[in-house]
Nanobody, 124 residues
């Protein structure tokens, strides 16, 4: 049974930075694509960023150049560094483990395990 635990969310002002962490247990995260999605009430969960087991990354256009995804396989953890935050980044952020290892797909249906989510709120 995979367990993913997110941390690092909070309330910040526009232009600030946050770093989200996702610690995995029960399965070696290094073998799988790990991704971050976000969701606001009434909307579907949307792709933010993904990283393959070889650390190739993919980003949504809305965060490209501001967010950086990385992984520390020794710690079984992935990190999402979020800079220049905007009010539209406000959402619950979820970490997910994909069924794949080498392809970042942007559909939440390809991610079989999820964390509980962490709230990010950016005030203007």
């Amino acid at each position: 049974q995979v367990q993913l635990v997110e941390s690092g969310g909070g309330l910040v002002q526009a232009g600030d930075s946050l770093r989200l962490s996702c610690a995995a247990s029960g399965r070696t995260a290094s073998s799988y694509v790990m991704g971050w999605f976000r969701q606001v009430p009434g909307k579907e969960r949307e792709f933010v960023a993904g990283i393959t087991r070889r650390s190739s990354t993919s980003y949504a256009d809305s965060v490209k150049g501001r967010f950086t995804l990385s992984r520390d396989n020794a710690k079984n953890t992935v990190y999402l560094q979020m800079n220049s935050l905007k009010p539209e980044d406000t959402a619950v952020y979820y970490c997910g483990m994909s069924r794949y290892g080498d392809i970042v797909t942007r559909s939440s249906r390809d991610f079989g395990s999820w964390g509980q989510g962490t709230q990010v709120t950016v005030s203007s």
